[in-house]
């Protein structure tokens, strides 16, 4: 992948984006707005949404489409997946460490905590590698 990186405004749109496809919604400014709306629980104007996704399309993370009536649709040209797996390289590289612990201890010390949920799949996962 090696795209540039996004910021926060960046990140947030296309996390809304992933979530609205996620939810099997049409990928609409309309569409995305309305979850980005609810993900900060303030109002949020179409232009803010157009806005970072025209970045969002500069740096290669969506394709915009345009319909005749000026709709618009937008396509994600990254996973999800693909983008979590790339910025944990990325992180593990900056940090200069090879080792998953480190991974998980930053986990484990989340204020939030891991679930019962959480901590079976990652049993589930390690159980892979065996």
């Known amino acids: ?3 540039a990186r996004l910021t926060a405004t ?3 749109l296309m996390r809304m984006i992933w979530e609205v496809e996620e939810d099997g919604q049409e990928t609409s400014t309309s569409n995305i707005r309305k979850k980005y709306q609810e993900y900060l629980n303030e109002q949020v104007l179409p232009q803010t949404v157009n806005t970072y996704a025209g970045h969002l399309e500069k740096k290669g993370y969506i394709q915009i ?3 005749e009536n000026g709709r618009r649709t937008h396509i994600p040209l990254v996973s999800k997946k693909d983008y979590m797996e790339e910025q944990t390289r990325y992180w593990r590289k900056f940090w200069n460490q090879s080792s998953a612990a ?5 986990l ?5 905590g891991l679930s ?3 901590l079976a799949e990652f049993r ?3 159980d ?3």
């Open 108 to 112: 484990k010390g989340d204020e939030e």
């Open 1 to 3: 992948m090696a795209k």
């Open 10 to 12: 960046e990140l947030d």
């Open 102 to 106: 480190y991974a998980m201890m930053a």
């Open 116 to 118: 019962k949920e959480d």
């Open 65 to 67: 489409l345009k319909s």
């Open 128 to 130: 892979e590698f065996d």
């Open 124 to 126: 589930r996962f390690l």
